[in-house]
């Protein structure tokens, strides 16, 4: 079956405007993770999504981030006045409850010049 | 949370077995053991998890040390596919009793020679 989806698979912006980056989990999952990965790191946690609600939003940075997941399935992960700081691979994740095994999408590359 | 120790790289030749080290001295009874791996240009994927028993599966194997301080990851015949970044994570319950949340160190970067 179809796997996770993120879009686009790669963004460029300049510094200080607003991007919003999507996933599509695999279908049914309720479990929804949004993770940031720098060059040479592995991914950190950004925010977790039981449902429609953020049930986790610890690892978001700073306020410029907010996520969204209206009806429970897809996510967008919206950042205002982009930072060169912000430039990584944003990883998408879902699992059928929050204890299984999560499945990743391929990401999305973003650069902020 | 946790925190996992392993080397930052490692070479293996094709067809042979490779183990893969993870040390994890202040785990919790609780915690469990997972592996995940990334391979070039794509999201991490699940490959094994375990609680105090070895365990296996078709794609490694995981040998979890009695007093469950360290931890092998085996792959029993390494391809040139099974390249990648293979991170070792324990999973701690949080207040709420949910262990959603990976957290990620490095890893160890496996090298297949052909």
């Known amino acids: 079956g179809a796997g996770v989806s993120q879009t686009p698979s790669n963004k460029v912006t300049e510094k200080g405007k607003y991007v919003e980056l999507r996933c599509d989990p695999i279908?049914?999952?309720?479990?929804l993770y949004w993770y940031r990965q720098s060059l040479g790191q592995g991914p950190e946690f950004l925010i977790y999504?039981?449902?429609?609600?953020?049930?986790?939003d610890s690892g978001l940075p700073n306020d410029r981030f907010f996520a969204v997941r209206p009806e429970g399935s897809v996510s967008t992960l919206k950042i205002q006045r982009t930072e060169r700081g912000d430039s990584a691979m944003y990883l998408c994740?879902?699992?059928?409850?929050?204890?299984?095994?999560?499945?990743f999408g391929p990401g999305t590359r973003l650069t902020v010049l | 949370d946790a925190k996992t120790t392993q080397p930052n790289s490692m070479e293996s030749n094709e067809e042979e077995p490779v183990h893969l080290p993870c040390n994890h001295s202040?785990?919790?009874?609780?915690?469990?053991i997972h592996w995940y791996r990334q391979l070039p240009s794509q999201g991490p994927e699940y490959v094994i998890h375990?609680?105090?028993s070895n365990v296996n599966n078709r794609m490694a194997s995981l040998a979890i040390a009695e007093d469950r301080k360290s931890s092998t990851l085996i792959l029993h015949r390494a391809t040139l596919r099974d390249a990648a970044v293979y991170y070792c994570?324990?999973?701690?319950?949080?207040?709420?009793?949910?262990?959603?949340?990976?957290?990620f160190g490095k890893g160890t970067l496996l090298t297949v020679n052909p």
């Open positions: 994740a879902s699992s059928l409850i929050p204890d299984n095994e999560q499945f």
């Open positions: 375990g609680l105090t």
């Open positions: 999504f039981q449902g429609t609600g953020a049930a986790d």
């Open positions: 202040t785990i919790s009874g609780t915690d469990y």
């Open positions: 279908s049914g999952h309720t479990a």
């Open positions: 994570i324990l999973r701690a319950l949080n207040s709420g009793g949910s262990n959603y949340k990976l957290t």
